[in-house]
């Protein structure tokens, strides 16, 4: 499996250029197309208020539009500069729609990539945006954290297993890091006061990945009553590991997307990037 076209999320920000690097790295490895999207919204009134006058307004607006279509030249000219076939498009439109837009193209390509929800354009509803690419456009989603100081595309990779469907997902769409990586670990989490029987079966998910030419290291952790997601980062950070996989899960209301405990605090506090699926 790899990876042909890939989108990631392109704004003015300082957190935006390390996701663009690690989609450029990637896509210079994959030999894949690049395709960067910005924002601009075509009113601003919820945030500026109904007495701003039009001229005003639309001063405001070309103003907004002229960074995105700054951000997308930057953009352009890091892929030329890596060799990497990419495109730039300009989304306009409402605020609220743009995260609905934006998961709707994401059904097009095979990967996306976004910045943590607590970072980019404050036009932008981040949390919305990380949860429509990840509950509503059926691809991966690769959440690149502002701090990244280095891409490491085959380095140690943390997988997270449950034995639910999202993480069989996750495990199998991250067959293109999985392959190449230095080392793969397994995380099996255990319950206090359960016996390691009583884990979530691995040894058939360790077959099927080594059939695909995968070796893995299974480690099993007590998860204790705290915060799960923590501890996730916990050992991933002992393991020194580049990336972490793992199956996105939400509590669904109303038909609107509600993140999981643990998969909100992966999004918010992993300081490497993170392959989610689900």
């Known amino acids: ?20 690097a690690f989609a450029v790295a990637l896509a210079r490895e ?32 070309e103003g907004v539009k002229a960074q995105g279509e700054a951000a997308l030249k930057s953009f352009k000219a890091c892929a030329a500069s890596a060799g990497v ?19 709707y193209f994401a059904r097009q390509v095979d990967v996306t990539i976004l910045g943590q929800p607590r970072d980019g354009d404050p036009l932008v509803g981040q949390y919305a945006l990380v ?14 954290p502002a701090g990244l100081s280095e891409v490491a ?26 392959k190449p990586a230095k080392r793969v670990v397994v995380l099996v989490g255990v319950a206090d006061g359960a016996a390691e029987k009583d884990a979530p079966p691995v040894d058939d998910m360790m077959s099927h990945l080594e059939r695909h030419g995968v070796s893995v290291d299974v480690v099993r952790v007590p998860t204790g009553e705290g915060d799960v997601g923590r501890l996730l980062l916990s050992q991933a950070k002992s393991l020194e590991a580049d990336m972490i996989v793992m199956g996105a899960f939400h509590h669904s209301r109303w038909r609107e997307f509600i993140l999981g405990g643990v998969t909100l605090t992966m999004l918010e506090e992993a300081n490497i990037p993170l392959f989610m699926a689900h």
Not at 30 to 57: E, N, R, W
Not at 85 to 103: I, K, T, V
């Open 1 to 20: 499996m790899s990876f042909n076209d890939i989108i990631v999320h392109v704004d003015g920000t300082e957190a935006a250029k390390a996701r663009v």
């Open 30 to 61: 994959q030999d894949a197309h690049l395709i960067g999207v910005a924002f601009a919204p075509k009113a601003l009134l919820p945030l500026y208020g109904a007495d701003v006058g039009f001229a005003d307004m639309s001063e405001v607006l």
């Open 85 to 103: 076939s990419a495109e730039g498009r300009l989304m306009q439109g409402m605020s609220e729609e743009f995260p609905h837009d934006f998961a």
């Open 131 to 144: 949860e429509r690419c990840l509950f509503a456009s059926g691809r991966p989603v690769i959440i690149v």
């Open 153 to 178: 595309l085959d380095g140690t990779i943390v997988a997270a297993w449950d034995g639910s469907a999202e993480a069989a997902r996750a495990f199998n769409d991250a067959l293109t890091f999985l």
